[in-house]
């Protein structure tokens, strides 16, 4: 083993999952506080962090602890006091370790909210119990479910400000409820906290009895998410064919990649696409090591019985229940790109390993991310979310967004400026 | 893993991600490279990219900036590393960008080359037509960092623009540049100080001796313990003396401070971390320290 030397016995790290969140809201929801309150009151934020946080606030006259100031990033972001960009966030606890993805709320950033959305199990959406259900809450929850985001949880913040009154707190889950039924999401708790004084974010309130659910962080803990994860599909998207060039291992030829669903084990059937010939799994190592079975989202190299002609961007996947090898698609976009998309326009299509060309030959409507109103439009503009339909110079091996993020999503290159411009999800494929 | 239930523990999950981040490099550009530095997070890199690519070589050298003022311990350490991987290492030095005119070297007390390295990268980065560079940076070390993308994108002056950063959804990495322009690439963007140190321990990877509790000389300034050494004029009330002290962090050594500590192996190090109440930049960092956004303006300028 190259490299190693000192202390090749130590202990494995316990197996504790990782939870990526992400949050979304400006910083009169409170979402800034409640991170700061997530991160403070499970002692996550260093002393050095929080004196430059005291320092900053008492400079700029804040009057209160900024707790803003510790996401906020950047120079502008500081001096307009908005989140622009995603910033990312780190904590653990016993259970698990934690990623919040910090997106900022204003309907102008939703292409960095989408970003930071997109690989999240779980999404914290904040409503201000005073102002009860926003444009932006809808925004949020609909983007949430967009993005099929498994888990989402609305927190329904500033309770000290409604006298922590149960009727408010039942109004906003009554709406939203409502609304929810509207949109595709399957699982949405509900808990009224106080981010500022810490009701029900790390601590239980002892101000709202009538309240039968645990507190924020409880909640985070414990979702179950290793359901979300399909292992029934094996799709195992070729990234890069290591080859050794010495003698030892002139024979090796393995097939690395990270795998976006199912479970594959030596000695498997499997089909390649888009060519479709069968062949077995050999073997499957990583790091020289041979490995009994792989699942998402490991990194691992896979070897197959017969010598195929077999390269990036090709799919490894389960004979019996193939991908679509799609040349016509149609998919929900995020428009990311400073210039409008319109129709006959040519992009770059980014799919797993496999970048192909696509032109845009429809625009079915644009979504109004507030009342989910369909709207007939010429073209998607920054930030606007539309269904649109592509034809692609080659094939790609997709399935619906809804039954894989990975294999059912995609980005749009603009060829002349090299910009992402578009993020799109998968709604049907064929292969005519 | 748990074979039963095929679940990954995070720090598999981080790792399978930073090995997913070098495959898509080596696959879509022509000359990437990896820079090194010779502390801990290159070290991890080190690992991850042998994990990415063994039985076969890197297909990528490895790059240090060499700013001629570097702790012994750690060009010694980098050397026998690079024999043990058998891979390819080029030294871009801060001192040949000196003598060449490049740059100009600060004077007074405070003189470091910390700064200086960064015209010695981008040079180096042109002359041998790198289009990919990997660096170990992480996004809980720092303000700025924290709103990188994981392909942080640089135009032919080097520079970041935080405001046109590409939107970067799931995990598909826009390749695609200009000539003369480059994408630095940080698979370890999701990493915590902490979760490195636990994957060397997982690992049984070797680090430079500097990272655990040793002797030395020293002097205090600005509130920080430096290492008293040839590169560094000591100000007037400055006493050196001896204490045990390790460092957090490995860099220049005008410009990193060293921590008193007693942690003398691993186990010791991961508590002394996993207990500590402030940043590793924080705590050593002399770069970090001249304005709120010191980090961020040296991004912008080409910086690692």
Redesign the interface.
């Known amino acids: 083993m190259p490299g190693a030397a000192s202390n090749g016995h130590a202990k494995r790290s316990r197996p504790s999952e990782l939870l990526r969140i992400a949050t979304a809201g400006s910083v009169d929801d409170g979402k800034s506080t409640l991170i700061g309150r997530l991160l403070y009151d499970s002692k996550q934020i260093f002393t050095d962090q929080l004196e430059h946080v005291v320092a900053t606030s008492e400079r700029r006259g804040d009057g209160y602890l900024n707790l803003a100031l510790l996401t906020d990033g950047l120079r502008a972001e500081r001096e307009q006091g908005i989140t622009i960009d995603v910033a990312y966030r780190y904590f653990q606890t016993q259970r698990r370790k934690f990623i919040i993805a910090d997106t900022p709320g204003h309907e102008q950033y939703t292409r960095n909210m989408v970003t930071g959305a997109s690989t999240a199990d779980l999404s914290v959406v904040l409503v201000d119990a005073r102002k009860g259900v926003s444009e932006q809450t809808r925004r949020h929850a609909f983007i949430a479910s967009l993005l099929r985001i498994p888990h989402l949880v609305v927190c329904v913040n500033k309770m000290d400000l409604v006298d922590y009154d149960e009727a408010v707190f039942e109004r906003i889950v009554d709406e939203l409820t409502d609304w929810a039924a509207r949109l595709d999401i399957w699982d949405i708790t509900f808990i009224p906290i106080s981010a500022l004084h810490g009701d029900n974010v790390v601590e239980r309130s002892t101000n709202m009895d009538w309240y039968g659910g645990p507190p924020l962080l409880y909640h985070l803990e414990h979702v179950v998410i290793a359901t979300d994860r399909n292992l029934v599909d094996v799709r195992f998207p070729v990234q890069w064919v290591i080859r050794p060039m010495d003698d030892q291992h002139h024979d090796y030829r393995g097939y690395a990649g990270q795998v976006a669903a199912g479970v594959l084990c030596a000695g498997d059937e499997v089909a390649v696409l888009p060519s479709g010939m069968k062949t077995r799994i050999a073997a499957i190592d990583t790091y020289g090591r041979d490995i009994e079975a792989a699942f998402p989202t490991m990194s691992v190299t896979v070897r197959l019985a017969d010598e195929l002609d077999v390269s990036r961007g090709d799919m490894i996947v389960n004979p019996d229940d193939p991908p679509v090898p799609a040349r016509e698609i149609e998919a929900m976009v995020c428009w990311m790109g400073s210039e409008p998309m319109s129709i006959g326009r040519r992009y770059l299509l980014k799919h797993t390993s496999r970048t192909v060309r696509a032109v845009i030959n429809e625009l079915e409507y644009r979504v109004d991310v507030n009342t989910l109103e369909h709207i007939e439009t010429p073209e998607l503009t920054l930030n606007e979310i539309g269904r649109i339909h592509l034809r692609l110079s080659a094939p790609v091996m997709v399935d619906r967004y809804r039954r894989n993020r990975t294999i059912g999503s995609f980005i749009l290159i603009d060829e002349t400026s090299n910009d992402t411009v578009g993020a799109g999800m998968v709604v049907h494929a064929s292969s005519s | 893993?748990?074979?039963l239930?095929?679940?990954?523990?995070?720090?598999?999950?981080?790792?399978?991600?930073s090995?997913?981040i070098f495959?898509?490099v080596?696959?879509e550009f022509e000359r990437p490279v990896l820079l090194f530095s010779g502390g801990k997070d290159s070290?991890v890199l080190?690992?991850l990219a042998?994990?990415?690519?063994?039985?076969?070589?890197f297909p990528f050298p490895i790059m240090h900036v060499d700013t001629g003022h570097n702790f012994p311990e750690v060009i010694d350490f980098r050397d026998r590393?690079i024999e043990?991987?058998?891979e390819r290492l080029i030294v871009a030095s801060v001192q040949d960008s000196i003598d060449a005119g490049r740059v100009k070297e600060e004077t007074g007390p405070r003189a470091s080359r910390n700064r200086l390295q960064t015209v010695t990268l981008l040079d180096a980065i042109a002359e041998h037509g790198f289009d990919a560079a990997f660096g170990g940076a992480r996004?809980?070390e720092?303000?700025?960092?924290?709103?990188e993308r994981v392909f942080s994108f640089r135009d032919d002056f080097g520079q970041w623009d935080?405001?046109r950063?590409?939107?970067?959804?799931?995990?598909?990495y826009?390749a695609?540049?200009?000539k003369g322009e480059h994408v630095r690439v940080f698979p370890l963007?999701?990493w915590?100080e902490?979760d490195v140190w636990?994957y060397i321990?997982?690992?049984?990877?070797?680090v430079p001796s500097i990272y655990f509790s040793h002797t030395r000389e020293v002097f205090e300034r600005d509130g920080m313990l430096y290492a008293l050494n040839p590169y560094i004029q000591l100000i007037d009330g400055e006493e050196p003396f001896a204490a045990s002290v390790r460092y957090r962090t490995v860099g220049d050594m005008t410009c990193t401070g060293a921590v008193r500590s007693r942690a003398a192996t691993?186990e010791e190090v991961v508590g002394e971390i996993a207990a500590?109440?402030?940043?590793e930049r924080?705590?050593t960092r002399a770069d970090d320290r001249v304005t709120?956004?010191a980090m961020?303006d040296r991004k912008r300028e080409g910086y690692f």
Do not use: C, V
Not at chain 2, 50 to 57: D, I, L, Q, T
Not at chain 2, 276 to 279: A, E, F, G, K, Q
């Open positions: 893993m748990n074979s239930h095929y679940e990954l523990s995070y720090l598999e999950a981080l790792e399978a991600e090995i997913h495959r898509e080596a696959a070290l080190l690992r042998e994990k990415a690519f063994r039985p076969a070589g590393l043990q991987l058998g996004r809980d720092e303000r700025a960092r924290a709103k935080p405001k950063q590409r939107p970067e959804p799931w995990n598909l826009n695609r540049i200009r963007s999701n915590t902490l636990q321990g997982n690992e049984g990877l070797e691993l500590s109440r402030i940043t924080g705590e709120e956004a961020e």
